[in-house]
């Protein structure tokens, strides 16, 4: 059944392509969640449909949205099974992704995930049926992907908020701005202290 919102939503969720990808990323934000190791079967608090779900892996963070009854949506690599699209270095140079619906546990695995709905305080949930609904119309469906401003946060945010929030985004174009400013600085004053080498006295 096609919805009225249906074609909104994929123009929203069809990111933009850029010339590099990956689908987790990030550095950790202890700030917000309760972490559950799922190696471990003692979890605080059991995830509710619609909320955020932040996994860690060894390097980044990967973001999903807990579906209820287990099941989670999730951004994977395209040319790659489920199974070894979990976590993968193909990912990182990738330029489309498909949302996948996948069983919490096994996208976790050994790894660590806590539920982390740290933008609530900034931004109004959606209702759990329309965050559900919504996220049922991607089921399978491919989407281009960028590292900066359309990562997995950005996706799963867009499903629980109707817009996309990415602090491990803003945080990475902060990193690259101030390399990018230093580089800059280093270049003129080894410009600088060249000529002034070469002034006759």
Not at 8 to 28: H, N, V, W, Y
Not at 37 to 46: G, L, P, V
Not at 81 to 91: G, N
Request: aromatic letters at 8%; a negative charge.
């Amino acid at each position: 059944m096609i919805h009225a919102n249906e074609e909104d939503l994929k123009q929203q969720i069809t990111f933009p392509p850029s010339e590099r990808a990956e689908f987790c990323c990030g550095m950790m934000d202890s700030e917000h969640g309760t972490t559950v190791n799922m190696a471990s079967s003692e979890a605080d608090e059991e995830p509710q449909p619609g909320d955020l779900i932040e996994i860690f892996r060894p390097a980044y963070q990967h973001w999903a949205l807990y579906l209820g009854d287990g099941y989670i949506i999730n951004l994977t690599p395209v040319d790659e099974s489920q199974a070894a699209a979990v976590s993968s270095v193909k990912s990182v140079f990738s330029r489309k992704a498909v949302v996948r619906m996948q069983l919490l546990k096994e996208v976790v695995g050994g790894d660590s995930y806590r539920i982390n709905n740290k933008y609530d305080d900034s931004h109004t949930p959606l209702a759990v049926s329309e965050i559900i609904e919504r996220a049922q119309l991607l089921i399978g469906q491919e989407v281009s992907y960028d590292l900066l401003g359309s990562n997995c946060e950005h996706f799963v945010t867009l499903l629980r908020y109707g817009e996309g929030v990415s602090e491990q985004a803003s945080r990475a174009i902060g990193a690259i701005s101030l390399v990018t400013a230093a580089a800059s600085a280093f270049s003129v004053l080894g410009l600088i202290n060249t000529r002034s080498r070469n002034r006759p006295f």
